[in-house]
């Protein structure tokens, strides 16, 4: 018996010094994945001047010292995705230590179709520069010492409506006679008065030109110019030139409807009625066993709450039960065709999105989550999931795209988040979060879930709602996880079997050749990243 314990001590002595020596010799990670430190210098110049304004060629001769530092932030022509090589492959070395890998995207295509992917894409792409981009998009550089005075951002007028043009005038250039020409392309020109002394030509054409002795007479007419919008579209901006004698300046009109809001009588005010406030939504596969433990766990705590439960098993069974809506798809319809069905049905404010097989306990406090969107300008907050073995997770994901080529972007994501919310600290700022949510319902319809992601899907969500969800996640509100520990001894039902088959595919799989797809050909990537 002695000579075991001796052994058992020897054993953990000897792990202890072998994980020190290991942590001792891990190689510093590095999450950076473009090369910018081992370019020549020349490069690095060439690069920085290209991202200046048009430069003076007088000043081109004029040396100048990178600071490496900071040059090395700047975006560049073109990306690539690195990973990091090295590191001692051991069991959980990922998780402890993770580090980065890269995987570039076409290999999602066969190499006789590769090259009409890209054609096919380059097209696409091009639509949608079009549609996308407007004037107002346009880099506009205010010249120095102009005597022209004129809005910088915020003049914005309705499809097809008029507007007075604020903020037109003429400084400190004396003169016997003054000239003002204006020229634009989506509307045209005019005045809401006349002043005495002013000529007036091309008024109510896309080129007008005000003139007069007098400076003060001009500027009095200068207040009464006006732009009408002739060329309908629903949301673009026009580009005005302002000129005269010597001087040029060029500002943007928005041309767009007004946001239409969707608001939701949540109630009288006082604490959160949660029931008025939130519709909990699930999407399920086989598993009613553990759907039956979810609701049975809501209801322990919030037992007025709409759950909407979106179903694509084979055999649907019937769950019913008050403030529940089931709706039956076609079988295997999939993961994020489920997650459109649900959040389509939901009327309330927000909606909270939990897997079927969470549980609800004391902590999971959606009031909290509820108080984070009221109070800050996120769209969306997570929360943390805690497994049966106490580990609790948030998976908090920072997404970011480097720009490329004719080869498309790089996406990279790592683990971590940008920033604490003030006043909420166990919050912060993010851009990817776990399986359990609050979210703005109309956000969330906006962003919308690809039904061609059916079994390998989740942070495609936060890759499509990137720019426009203001994501947030807070690790004090916690859903329990049903065990996924299988003990030996007991045997695997056929239902678990069907649906370990569905929800785990293996790597090489159609579902991860379809995720892969998708991201090279619908988001435009070139390669992705992660840690």
Not at 324 to 348: C, D
Request: aromatic share 10%.
């Amino acid at each position: 018996m002695r000579s075991l314990r001796k052994t058992v001590l020897l054993a953990i002595l000897v792990s202890v010094v072998l994980v020190l020596a290991l942590l001792h010799s891990w190689p510093t990670r590095t999450y950076t994945t473009v090369d910018v430190w081992q370019r020549p210098a020349s490069l690095v110049e060439r690069h920085l001047e290209e991202r200046l304004p048009e430069p003076d060629h007088q000043l081109s001769n004029i040396p100048f010292h990178v600071r490496d530092n900071v040059a090395s932030l700047l975006a560049r022509n073109g990306c690539i995705c690195e990973g990091e090589s090295g590191g001692v492959n051991l069991p959980f070395a990922q998780l402890l230590f993770p580090r980065v890998s890269a995987h570039p995207l076409h290999t999602a295509f066969e190499a006789s179709e590769l090259e009409e992917m890209k054609r096919r894409r380059a097209k696409e792409y091009k639509s949608f520069q079009e549609r996308s981009k407007t004037s107002a998009d346009v880099l506009i550089i205010a010249e120095a010492n102009n005597p022209l005075q004129y809005p910088t951002q915020g003049v914005e007028v309705r499809p097809l409506k008029t507007i007075i043009i604020p903020g037109l005038a003429l400084h400190d250039l004396p003169r016997d006679h003054y000239s003002i020409n204006f020229t634009a392309s989506l509307g045209t020109l005019n005045v809401a008065a006349e002043v005495e002394g002013v000529k007036i030509k091309g008024n109510g054409e896309m080129h007008m030109t005000l003139s007069c002795s007098l400076l003060p007479n001009l500027n009095r007419q200068l207040q009464f110019v006006t732009y009408t919008n002739t060329l309908f579209h629903p949301s673009t901006a026009d580009t005005v030139q302002f000129e005269t004698e010597g001087h040029q300046a060029i500002f943007s009109i928005k041309i767009r409807h007004g946001v239409t809001p969707k608001l939701y009588n949540t109630g009288s005010e006082g604490e959160y009625n949660i029931s008025a406030l939130v519709t909990i939504a699930t999407k399920t596969f086989l598993r009613y066993d553990k759907l039956q433990d979810l609701i049975d766990s809501i209801r322990r705590y919030y037992p007025a709450v709409t759950i909407v439960i979106a179903d694509d098993s084979e055999n649907p069974k019937t769950i019913s039960g008050p403030y529940i809506e089931h709706y039956i798809m076609p079988f295997g319809k999939g993961w994020f065709a489920g997650r459109n069905l649900a959040v389509s049905q939901v009327t309330t404010k927000y909606v909270l999105w939990v897997d079927d097989d969470f549980i609800f306990t004391a902590n999971t406090k959606v009031e909290k989550l509820v108080d984070v969107l009221e109070r800050t300008t996120l769209d969306l907050v997570g929360g943390a999931v805690r497994e049966a073995t106490g580990y609790t997770a948030t998976y908090r994901q920072t997404i970011s795209i480097e720009p490329g080529e004719e080869d498309g972007d790089c996406l990279h994501m790592r683990r971590g988040f940008h920033h604490v919310i003030q006043g909420f600290p166990n919050c912060v700022v993010t851009d990817g979060v776990i399986n359990f949510f609050l979210a703005r319902t109309d956000k969330v319809q906006q962003v919308g879930f690809d039904p061609r992601l059916t079994r390998v899907a989740h942070l495609e969500f936060f890759i499509d709602g990137l720019g426009s969800l203001h994501v947030g996640s807070c690790d004090d509100v916690i859903v329990n996880h049903a065990t996924k520990i299988k003990l030996p001894w007991v045997a695997q039902s056929e239902s678990d079997k069907t649906y370990a088959k569905f929800r785990y595919p293996p790597a090489s799989s159609d579902a991860t050749h379809t995720k892969n797809g998708l991201l090279y050909f619908k988001n435009r990537f070139q390669c992705l990243t992660h840690n």
